[in-house]
């Protein structure tokens, strides 16, 4: 696991919280959870009001990995259309799927508004075409959620419109979504971690979990010099989930994905650049996605890798963003950073337990700003022995990567530089 890159923009911009201790005794609970990200602290934070007894380990510290790097991007639904989820699963499954991607939006705000995190919560999500396929996908996927869900929030905007909503014509049309929305990462969760350990949870950083054992109908698990004893044991890991569950490595494939923070705008490119200042995905499979964040910067992030990783991000994002503002050229650029995207081959959350005390959920393929919280909750309540919501994510038949160990990993840089050339198209 690697989640060593500075956390750039969101680490100058957040308010630092007291550390949590490392752990340096043996200790017992009813649950522990590995992994300190959304997934790990909204289980410790459900569990604990629930009267669980949490304890939480971090390999590292709170939000170090994607939870506390990521472009703040709260959207709707997953990374799969309705229609093709209905063709593949049939369409009730479909729909309790739809049904917990809005709980999973409605969640945050729940979150944000009870436990008073600030953390720069907006409403609005742009998703913009790319090219004239795009267009029509977008515009069938809009018709389509209004129709059979009743998902008003979502309309198609004309070039001109979202020209003048985004202030560039890169794009020949969008879909403006007022149900998505964005946030300031790192703020966000680490306002969980302070609920969680209100709400009684013991959290541990700098304290990686090293091996899971069973002993005499409890989980043990092993860290540096203590270990924790409990009656179950929530994996929240997400790209990193291999590490400490090496029968994952095949389901999990992880992406180095890019972003920048520029220098404040100043006014006048501040009302030129993205007036609407919603939160922009474009359509592409290695995407371009931005936002502005509260002190006038445009947060732009753009260009993945599989295997190489560039030196200079600057370098590989830049001219991106030149692409789609080219008014920014005399702009510096103020921080850069990468983090480590989970991804499952069909790029829907692989959630599902590995005894009947080890559950795990990961893998929400660039969707988990709102998946991630919710899966959370279905792990907490999946421990507490509620399964039914839990399980319509593990009824998703999850194939593993094809390669095998050795191979994995340059099939997936392979698929990744087909995705680039198909987006040229
Ligand atoms: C650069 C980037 C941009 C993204 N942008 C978006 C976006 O705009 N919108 C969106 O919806 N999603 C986005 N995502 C995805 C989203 O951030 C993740 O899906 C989500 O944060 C996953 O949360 P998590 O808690 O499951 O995992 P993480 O936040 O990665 O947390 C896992 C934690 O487990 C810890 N850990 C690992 N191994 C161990 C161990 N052995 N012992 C103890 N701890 C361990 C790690 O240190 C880490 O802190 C992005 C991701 C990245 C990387």
Same mark, same amino acid.
């Given at each position: 696991?690697?989640?060593?890159?500075?956390?750039?923009?969101?680490?100058?911009?957040?308010?630092?919280?007291?550390?949590?201790p490392?752990?340096?005794?043996?200790?017992?609970?009813?649950?522990?959870?590995?992994?300190?990200?959304?997934?790990g602290?909204s289980a410790a934070?459900h569990?604990?009001?629930?009267?669980?007894?949490?304890?939480?380990?971090?390999?590292?510290?709170?939000g170090?990995?994607?939870?506390?790097?990521?472009?703040?991007?709260?959207?709707?639904?997953?990374?799969k259309?309705?229609?093709?989820?209905?063709?593949?699963?049939?369409?009730?499954?479909?729909?309790?799927?739809?049904?917990?991607s809005?709980?999973a939006?409605?969640?945050?705000?729940?979150?944000?508004?009870?436990?008073?995190?600030?953390?720069?919560?907006?409403?609005?999500?742009?998703?913009?075409?790319?090219n004239?396929?795009?267009?029509?996908?977008?515009?069938?996927?809009?018709?389509h959620?209004?129709r059979?869900?009743?998902?008003?929030?979502?309309?198609?905007?004309?070039?001109?419109?979202?020209?003048?909503?985004?202030?560039?014509?890169?794009?020949?049309?969008?879909?403006?979504?007022?149900?998505?929305?964005?946030?300031?990462?790192?703020?966000?969760?680490?306002?969980?971690?302070?609920?969680?350990?209100?709400?009684?949870?013991?959290?541990?950083?700098?304290?990686?979990?090293?091996?899971?054992?069973?002993?005499?109908?409890?989980?043990?698990?092993?860290?540096?010099?203590?270990?924790?004893?409990?009656?179950?044991?929530?994996?929240?890991?997400?790209?990193?989930?291999?590490? #400490? *569950?090496?029968?994952?490595? =095949?389901?999990? $494939?992880?992406?180095? &994905?890019? @972003?920048?923070?520029?220098?404040? !705008?100043? +006014?006048?490119?501040?009302?030129?650049?993205?007036?609407?200042?919603?939160?922009?995905?474009?359509?592409?499979?290695?995407?371009?996605?931005?936002?502005?964040?509260?002190?006038g910067?445009?947060?732009?992030?753009?260009?993945?890798?599989?295997?190489?990783?560039?030196?200079?991000?600057?370098?590989?994002?830049?001219?991106?963003?030149?692409?789609?503002?080219?008014?920014?050229?005399?702009?510096? #650029? *103020?921080?850069?950073?990468? =983090?480590?995207? $989970?991804?499952?081959? &069909?790029? @829907?959350?692989?959630?599902?337990? !590995?005894? +009947?005390?080890?559950f795990?959920?990961?893998?929400?393929?660039?969707?988990?700003?709102?998946?991630?919280?919710?899966?959370?909750?279905?792990?907490?309540?999946?421990?507490?022995?509620?399964?039914?919501?839990?399980?319509?994510?593990?009824?998703?038949?999850?194939?593993?990567?094809?390669?095998?160990?050795?191979l994995?990993?340059?099939?997936?840089?392979?698929?990744?530089?087909?995705?680039?050339?198909?987006?040229?198209?």
């Amino acid at each position: 696991m690697k989640p060593s890159i500075p956390l750039g923009y969101y680490t100058a911009s957040a308010t630092p919280i007291s550390p949590f201790p490392r752990l340096a005794a043996d200790t017992k609970a009813d649950v522990c959870i590995i992994g300190g990200g959304y997934t790990g602290l909204s289980a410790a934070l459900h569990l604990a009001q629930a009267g669980a007894r949490i304890c939480l380990v971090e390999a590292k510290t709170v939000g170090s990995g994607a939870s506390g790097r990521n472009g703040g991007q709260i959207h709707t639904g997953l990374r799969k259309e309705q229609a093709w989820l209905e063709r593949r699963l049939g369409k009730v499954h479909a729909r309790a799927l739809w049904d917990l991607s809005e709980d999973a939006k409605d969640l945050i705000r729940k979150l944000v508004a009870e436990h008073s995190i600030a953390c720069d919560l907006k409403p609005g999500v742009v998703v913009a075409a790319h090219n004239r396929r795009a267009v029509r996908a977008l515009a069938e996927d809009t018709d389509h959620l209004a129709r059979n869900y009743g998902y008003r929030q979502g309309r198609m905007l004309d070039g001109e419109t979202t020209a003048q909503m985004l202030g560039t014509d890169v794009y020949p049309a969008a879909r403006f979504d007022e149900g998505g929305g964005h946030l300031h990462p790192l703020r966000f969760v680490r306002g969980l971690a302070a609920a969680a350990a209100r709400a009684g949870a013991t959290l541990w950083e700098n304290t990686p979990a090293q091996r899971i054992e069973r002993r005499r109908g409890k989980v043990v698990v092993r860290c540096r010099g203590a270990r924790i004893t409990a009656d179950r044991v929530l994996l929240a890991c997400d790209a990193f989930s291999a590490g #400490i *569950a090496p029968k994952l490595a =095949g389901y999990i $494939g992880t992406i180095e &994905s890019f @972003l920048m923070a520029t220098a404040p !705008l100043g +006014e006048a490119l501040n009302r030129e650049i993205l007036p609407c200042d919603a939160a922009v995905a474009d359509t592409r499979h290695v995407l371009d996605y931005y936002r502005k964040s509260v002190d006038g910067r445009l947060l732009f992030a753009g260009g993945e890798a599989g295997l190489r990783h560039p030196k200079d991000i600057v370098k590989l994002v830049r001219p991106r963003m030149l692409r789609v503002f080219p008014a920014l050229s005399g702009i510096p #650029i *103020a921080y850069a950073w990468s =983090g480590t995207v $989970g991804i499952t081959r &069909s790029r @829907l959350p692989h959630f599902g337990k !590995l005894s +009947e005390r080890v559950f795990f959920a990961h893998g929400y393929s660039g969707q988990g700003v709102a998946l991630a919280v919710l899966g959370g909750k279905l792990l907490a309540e999946a421990a507490m022995g509620q399964r039914e919501r839990f399980d319509v994510f593990a009824r998703i038949r999850t194939k593993a990567f094809p390669g095998g160990a050795l191979l994995r990993k340059p099939l997936l840089g392979a698929a990744l530089a087909i995705s680039r050339f198909a987006d040229t198209r």
